[in-house]
């Protein structure tokens, strides 16, 4: 009959306890949790735009060292932003579960890929497509709270940082210039008085506005006769006119003597 010597049963139940403390502890090792290093970034992160310019970005997605299985993004852009439509035909996820939808200048949308993930440098999530709709700052700017690069390893969050953008609309002038004189024929001596009607077409307004226009050959400038403050140099007039307001209309006059 097999007996065990004295303490050998002690002996045995101490390599089981040892063994098993080896195993819990590479496997605890194994589990330990990702480093959160992915970034989501809106591209282009600046630019100046006219109004009613179209304005699209890129969401982009970099997870150097993480396979990334899916994101959900919550995105939030300023009001002078009007939001036309999503492309969600990135480089990163093929599936979109959620849609991106535009609630209250809010964006969101979630996708994912089926394969063993997403690693690499700036992955394109989606492109996102909206109107310069006012002129001032413009942010496009992701939500980083309520937004998750989800890993593949074990579903924790990856993501460590955003990167938002900032854009300038401008909305600008355009000074249209009409001249008409009030005769249509004229002989040597005669006294023309020419217009000269500016107006403002653009979609904002204009400063310090100068007007210039050349004494026509064959004429002679009639001194002090440019009005607003019209100054000649050479044969070269000039007023000053400063702000000229959306829609506005105006002119200026001049007199020269037939030679």
């Keep these: 009959m097999f007996r065990l010597k004295e303490g050998g049963f002690i002996k045995i ?16 090792k194994t589990a330990k949790a990702l480093t ?41 852009h300023s009001g002078n932003l009007t939001f036309v439509s999503a492309d969600s035909t990135g480089t990163v996820f093929a599936t979109e579960v959620t849609p991106a939808t535009d609630v209250a200048n809010v964006i969101t949308f979630s996708s994912v890929r089926t394969d063993t993930g997403f690693i690499g440098n700036t992955g394109q999530l989606m492109r996102l497509n909206f109107t310069a709709s006012a002129a001032g700052t413009a942010t496009i700017s992701i939500d980083k709270t309520n937004s998750s690069v989800i890993a593949y390893a074990d579903s924790t969050d990856i993501l460590q940082t955003v990167t938002n953008g900032s ?9 249209t210039l009409t001249a008409s004189s009030d005769k249509t024929s004229v002989k040597t001596g005669d006294v023309v008085t020419y217009t000269l ?22 004429t002679t400038y009639v001194a002090a006769s440019a009005s607003n403050g019209g100054t000649l140099a050479g044969s070269v007039l000039t007023w000053t006119i400063g702000a000229v307001g959306v829609g506005t209309t105006a002119s200026v006059t001049f007199q020269v003597t037939i030679n």
């Design 13 to 28: 139940i101490s390599i089981i306890l040892i063994v098993f403390s080896f195993l819990f502890t590479a496997n605890f």
């Design 167 to 175: 854009y300038t609309i401008q909305a600008l002038a355009n000074i």
């Design 36 to 76: 959160a290093n992915a970034t989501m970034a809106i591209s282009p992160t600046s630019g100046t735009y006219n109004l009613n310019d179209a304005v699209s970005v890129n969401v982009n997605l970099t997870s150097p060292t993480n396979a990334a299985a899916g994101v959900d993004v919550r995105i939030t």
């Design 197 to 218: 009607q500016y107006r403002n077409t653009g979609l904002g307004a204009s400063s310090n506005t100068t007007i210039t226009d050349t004494i026509p050959s064959g």
